[in-house]
């Protein structure tokens, strides 16, 4: 609850959405919410706009995995916000209101999932599901100091989803424990192939050099401590993932997301005309100037990055850097400020997207002033070994304190 006992804004306006788990199971007595993007039978998904909330009508059926959520025991109870068509990293929303950032309530949540990292953090639901395309998982995850699960591409149904970018687009969740965490992936995660993590465990823990130079840029005494904290979990090398061309993956990130969102939402946006907030509807203006006829020769750099990060990862390497190249922003960042936060956050979070890879975040510490997170990346489909190692690296970093 907010200051003064208030409700905290995490949920759609309206009446709380509520739905009783459909079977006993592994899930039993655990209540969850979901994000504004995924549907509820009975339930008009209105992706944080109004004019596509009433251009749309109610959901006829679950999305799968709200389906198996609920048939693995848990309680659906309430709807969250989002930010408007999942395009922000900040976590505010012009028509709905900007979800509380319970525990450092002077910042924002982080977005586009804020409404369900705020519902998570604020004890009003034990677990949340949100989407992930640019770091709407991790980066809310790192602000509001919870564990955060953005899937290997594909591992999850995205039907019942509003699609925002599909070839970047994740169900992930959120929790505040890792043991809720992972029985939430129990539930959703495929079978683990064979080929993830041939030796069962990952033997090579890396870090990225870019990840931590970003951070040290904005906040060097940070940087200090997550690299050392990196070290006491293992990493004891780093690489240079972009081998000094940031700027491309970048490029290739929003060229890819653009032609994407183009694909899904371009001729809505066209017809509708929608109401979008003043920050959203600059970001969606960029659809105008969209080079269609460049569409091929980044479809093929996408791949080719990927085939760098597979070739990276194989056979049992993963990846660990800070979440995100800030601990926080304040609710009056400035514009200038935010252009920064979003080149270097979604540099970063491009080596998930393109590679189609899970991420973990990690909250490690807890602190008045601010969080600190790092996260995980593994190789695509290695999402349950990731899981136990994160529970294995977070029961070492608490041991140590503890000693």
């Not at 953090?121 to 995850?141: I, K, N, W």
């Not at 505040?176 to 992972?182: E, G, M, P, Q, W």
């Not at 990840?211 to 840029?217: E, I, L, S, T, V």
Request: aromatic share 6%; with cysteine; hydrophobic share 45%.
């Amino acid at each position: 609850r907010c200051p003064g006992g208030s409700r905290m804004s995490a949920f759609i306006p309206g009446p709380r959405v509520r739905v009783p788990a459909t079977a006993n199971g592994p899930l039993d007595g655990l209540r969850f919410a979901v994000k504004d993007l995924i549907d509820v039978a009975g339930v008009t998904t209105g992706g944080g706009n109004p004019d596509w909330r009433r251009s749309h009508e109610p959901a006829r059926c679950h999305a799968p995995c709200v389906d198996a959520l609920l048939a693995a025991g848990a309680t659906l109870d309430g709807k969250t916000i989002t930010d408007e068509l999942a395009y922000s990293l900040e976590g505010a929303n012009h028509h709905d209101g900007t979800p509380l950032n319970p525990r450092w309530p002077h910042a924002l949540p982080g977005g586009s999932s804020s409404g369900s990292a705020s519902a998570v953090v604020g004890g009003e639901v034990d677990f949340a599901l949100g989407t992930d395309t640019g770091g709407s998982v991790r980066v809310p995850a790192a602000f509001c100091g919870l564990w955060g699960m953005r899937p290997s591409h594909d591992a999850i149904s995205l039907e019942g989803v509003l699609p925002f970018a599909p070839c970047f687009d994740t169900v992930g969740w959120f929790a505040r424990s890792i043991d809720v965490l992972a029985a939430v992936g129990d539930v959703l995660l495929p079978q683990a192939p064979p080929s993830a993590f041939p030796s069962g465990q990952p033997t090579r823990l890396v870090r990225v050099a870019e990840a931590f130079a970003a951070r040290a840029r904005n906040e060097p005494d940070d940087a200090l401590r997550l690299d050392a904290l990196a070290e006491s979990l293992g990493a004891h090398t780093s690489l240079e993932l972009f081998a000094r061309n940031e700027a491309s993956w970048l490029a290739c990130y929003q060229a890819v997301q653009d032609l994407e969102i183009d694909a899904s939402l371009g001729d809505w946006i066209r017809s509708a005309r929608p109401r979008f907030g003043p920050s959203i509807a600059a970001r969606f203006a960029r659809l105008e100037t969209l080079d269609r006829k460049r569409a091929v020769q980044w479809r093929a750099v996408q791949y080719e990055l990927r085939r760098v990060l597979d070739a990276m990862l194989a056979p049992d390497a993963v990846l660990l850097m800070p979440t995100t190249p800030v601990a926080l922003l304040p609710k009056d960042v400035s514009g200038t400020a935010i252009g920064r936060f979003y080149d270097d956050a979604l540099t970063m979070n491009s080596i998930a997207a393109i590679g189609g890879l899970p991420q973990i975040t990690l909250p490690f510490t807890d602190e008045i002033d601010r969080p600190l997170a790092l996260s995980l990346i593994g190789a695509r489909g290695s999402d349950r070994a990731l899981l136990a190692l994160a529970r294995d690296l977070y029961s070492q970093h608490t041991l140590a304190n503890l000693q």
